[in-house]
């Protein structure tokens, strides 16, 4: 799993394309031509880590915009960026 605690983290916007079709994104990683489709908090986890955020920017975000649980988004944070990290699309850093 990866670490998701500390600096922010960004996509790989290099190995990526994506369109917003209706209310999901759809993604295709450029390196394995496999399709991805995002909707609901993946999607807008999706959209911040566009331009970077930490991990605890992403939970707060998740909390404030679907009024859940701090165990929930943290744990649904986690989940994706280590989905995220195995497919090789996060960069860790400032």
């Known amino acids: 799993m990866t670490d998701t ?3 922010k983290v960004r996509l790989k916007v290099d190995n990526v394309v ?3 079709v209706d209310e999901e994104l759809v993604v295709l990683e450029l ?3 496999t399709y991805l ?3 609901g908090s993946a999607m807008q986890l999706w959209l911040r880590l566009v331009e970077g955020a930490t991990p605890e ?4 975000m998740l909390i404030d ?3 859940i649980s701090s165990e ?4 649904d944070t986690e989940s994706f960026l280590a989905d995220l990290a195995e497919r090789e699309l996060l960069d860790h850093g400032g």
């Open 72 to 75: 929930l988004a943290k744990s």
């Open 65 to 67: 915009r679907y009024n």
């Open 5 to 7: 605690t500390g600096g």
């Open 18 to 20: 994506w369109r917003e």
């Open 37 to 39: 489709t995002l909707n």
């Open 57 to 60: 920017e992403l939970v707060d």
């Open 31 to 33: 390196p394995t031509t």
